[in-house]
């Protein structure tokens, strides 16, 4: 008695899904019908590969402004080094020349320089870098305004579901 009950909710089930499926082809075939009878795959085709076009080149421009961005900080960095091994040495023969003669003006005054000129090279650096990272802030925000104005997402997006939608229809109506 139980295995009867349970085939012929089996049998119900069945059912149901048979009539699902028969709703979702009527569906379809009223869809195709509707459908322009003589629609070009190449346009969205073509489509379809203009975005992808824009893509690459968009990945492109990212690349050589990272490539940009890597090499200014290498010549920051390597800028920056070698001013402060310089201040170092500096600093360090004139504390020697100030050691040995500690009643010498002239020496005390240009320890005194000196410092003060390092760390007037270390705010350069920093203001030098703080504008670089100011102009890479300005280059993302222009980048993603050109990208926004060029293209509206959602427009482009509708339009490849759409097209999308009808490659697919195109391709199961030859595959009939």
């Known amino acids: 008695v139980e295995q009867i009950k349970r085939m012929r909710q089996e049998m119900k089930d069945k059912a149901n899904d048979l009539r699902e499926k028969e ?5 379809m075939v009223e869809e195709l019908e509707k459908l ?3 629609f070009n ?15 690459d080149k968009q990945k492109q421009e990212i690349k050589k402004i990272l ?13 920056s080094d070698s001013s402060r091994r ?11 020349a100030t050691r040995k003669n500690p009643k010498d003006d ?4 240009a ?3 000196v410092v003060q000129l390092r760390d007037g090279f270390v705010d350069i650096v920093k203001i030098i870098e703080d504008t670089g990272r100011c ?3 300005i280059r993302a925000m222009q980048s993603q305004i050109d990208s926004l104005e060029s293209r509206n997402t959602n427009l482009n997006m509708e339009r490849i579901q759409t097209d999308l939608a009808q490659v697919k229809k195109e391709n199961k109506s030859l595959a009939s």
């Open 23 to 27: 709703k979702l082809y009527k569906q």
């Open 36 to 38: 322009p009878k003589s």
């Open 41 to 55: 795959r190449q346009v969205y085709v073509r489509r379809i590969m203009d975005i992808m076009r824009n893509l």
């Open 67 to 79: 490539v940009d961005i890597i090499r200014v900080q290498k010549e920051i960095n390597t800028i």
């Open 86 to 96: 310089c201040f170092s040495l500096a600093e360090e023969i004139i504390f020697q």
């Open 106 to 109: 002239f020496c005390s005054k």
């Open 111 to 113: 320890y005194k320089y």
């Open 135 to 137: 102009q890479n802030d």
